[in-house]
């Protein structure tokens, strides 16, 4: 749970799920009731972790499993000391684009790393701080990738193979299975208005 009195809401999903689209969103309604919001994600939120995302998104890249978790911890690691524990404590709301479960799923049922491996690194790189909630985007992969297609040229992770997004998304399924407590699993498939509903739904039961 958070150190302090604050809110911290992760966002979690496939490619093109909606994830950015409903942070946004929640952000602005948190702030007009007056809540302050600290908006982050990963990779990235830092000036390490800003670094090590144009490495992880570079089509041009190879980058094996270990190494690619590797990377995504060192951004977290940055990320949870110097923006996500400080704004907690400060009592706000952190909303987070893509947590430790996107490592489970995309590393762990994606590439084939071993979950225990990654649960014992993501403990010491989190020092344990898990969200309080939980949004999972559920979406079908090939809707999701169609939809950040239209965006442009596609980054590394895009580029991948269906089977690899199609493990992924059930990997996502089995943490939200796991931990139905800090998980709410919404249909992305939906519009816009409506996952925004089903997101503010699953926001005020936590408030
Ligand atoms: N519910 C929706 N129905 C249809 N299109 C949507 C929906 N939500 C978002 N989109 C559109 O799909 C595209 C991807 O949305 P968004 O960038 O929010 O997804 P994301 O999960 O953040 O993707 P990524 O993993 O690539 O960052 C955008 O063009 C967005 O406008
Ligand atoms: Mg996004």
Not at 33 to 41: A, K, L, S
Not at 97 to 107: C, H
Not at 128 to 150: F, Q
Not at 171 to 181: R, V
Request: aromatic share 6%; proline share 7%.
């Amino acid at each position: 749970m958070s150190p302090g009195p604050g809110l911290f809401i992760t966002f979690e999903g496939p490619e093109g799920a909606g994830k950015s689209t409903q942070l946004a969103r929640l952000a602005e309604r948190l702030q007009a009731q007056g809540r302050t919001v600290t908006v982050t994600r990963e990779p990235g939120g830092t000036p390490l972790g800003t670094r090590v995302r144009e490495v992880l998104l570079d089509p041009a890249l190879a980058i094996d499993p270990l190494p690619e978790f590797l990377l995504y911890s060192a951004s977290r690691a940055q990320l949870v000391s110097d923006v996500i524990r400080p704004a907690l404590a400060r009592g706000e709301a952190v909303l987070c684009d893509r947590y430790f479960d996107s490592s489970l799923a995309y590393q762990g049922a994606g590439r084939g790393l071993s979950p225990d491996l990654l649960r014992a690194l993501t403990r010491e790189v989190t020092g344990g701080l898990s969200p309080d909630l939980t949004l999972l985007l559920d979406l079908d992969p090939a809707t999701g990738l169609g939809r950040a297609a239209a965006r442009g040229q596609p980054d590394r992770l895009e580029q991948a193979d269906l089977a690899f997004h199609e493990r992924v998304r059930a990997g996502f399924l089995a943490l939200a299975q796991a931990e139905p407590g800090r998980f709410t699993v919404l249909d992305a498939a939906r519009n816009v208005e409506e996952v925004a509903a089903q997101v503010w739904r699953a926001v005020s039961s936590r408030m």
